[in-house]
């Protein structure tokens, strides 16, 4: 694949920080009272609306606990814990050494009743469905840590890349700030509209990505947020977060809900939609 000046780049060319080149911050909405017909709009057009108080900032801090509890349980007890660098079977660290070594914690809502809260909170259930359309329903809930000056990119991705949905289902994202986001501790990047433009096709790169130099180049808008503000965004929004190169730790729910009434498909459908050896392009 080529720049948008016709000069090839290799992957491993590519510098990480030019991916994430911001030319505006994302304008938010003050609560989720305010989602009105306009607000939508803005939604189905640009793909994401940001929030900048949806959570208290008691909801916040008991979020916070919440994650700090279950990443300091010795042993995780149904639900997942991913460490950073957690490569061929290496023991994960113990104690407060645990706080800056978790990546990602998953499936914890059937055990946690803070976070359980705040995923069915009715007023954000409810923001959600005039999203999607109609009833939803929860399936999946993540957490997802950058600790300080280490905590690595994600790098561009569509999430319904990763979901074995029809491809017109109405996917609606939900990213939870539980600390301060900023641009410097990695907070979400978007491409405005890019939700119209359908499955990108996906590489197994630094992750299951779509191409930087289909990113290179491309305008993108950056989503600060204070503690309890959100981010809703399409499934087909592409989007990434640059590492945590501050000294803060950045700590971030998110929650996806689908249409109630929709099914799962044979992922062979999803792999051939977003996979690029099914698209037979290359990266």
């Given at each position: ?52 108080q949806a959570l208290t900032l008691e909801e916040a801090r008991q979020g916070t606990e919440a994650l700090t ?140 990505q779509i191409c930087d130099t289909h990113i290179m180049g491309k305008s993108c808008v950056a989503v600060p ?49 977003f996979g690029g050896e099914g698209r037979h392009v290359t990266c």
């Open positions: 694949m080529e720049t948008k000046d016709g000069m090839a780049v290799r992957q491993a060319d590519v510098d990480v920080a030019a991916l994430y080149v911001a030319r505006a911050t994302a304008v938010a909405i003050g609560s989720l009272s305010d989602l009105d017909d306009e607000a939508i709009r803005r939604y189905e057009e640009s793909g994401y609306l940001a929030v900048t509890e279950l990443i300091l349980r010795p042993v995780p007890e149904g639900y997942q814990v991913q460490f950073e660098g957690q490569l061929g079977g290496a023991e994960p660290p113990q104690g407060e050494a645990r706080l800056d070594a978790v990546r990602k914690l998953m499936s914890f809502v059937k055990v946690e009743p803070r976070l359980n809260a705040i995923a069915s909170h009715p007023h954000l259930i409810q923001a959600v469905e005039r999203l999607a359309g109609g009833p939803v329903r929860l399936f999946q809930d993540m957490a997802l840590i950058k600790p300080p000056r280490g905590g690595r990119e994600k790098p561009w991705h569509q999430d319904k890349a990763y979901f074995d949905y029809p491809l017109d289902t109405r996917v609606v994202g939900v990213w939870i700030a539980l600390d301060e986001v900023t641009v410097a501790n990695g907070c979400m990047h978007v491409m405005p509209g890019s939700h119209r433009e359908g499955p990108q096709p996906h590489f197994t790169r630094r992750d299951w947020l204070p503690p309890g503000g959100l981010l809703f965004f399409d499934g087909l929004l592409a989007h990434g977060t640059p590492p945590n190169t501050s000294h803060l730790r950045r700590r971030a729910l998110q929650f996806h809900y689908a249409p109630v009434s929709v099914g799962t498909v044979d992922p062979a459908i999803r792999l051939h939609a």
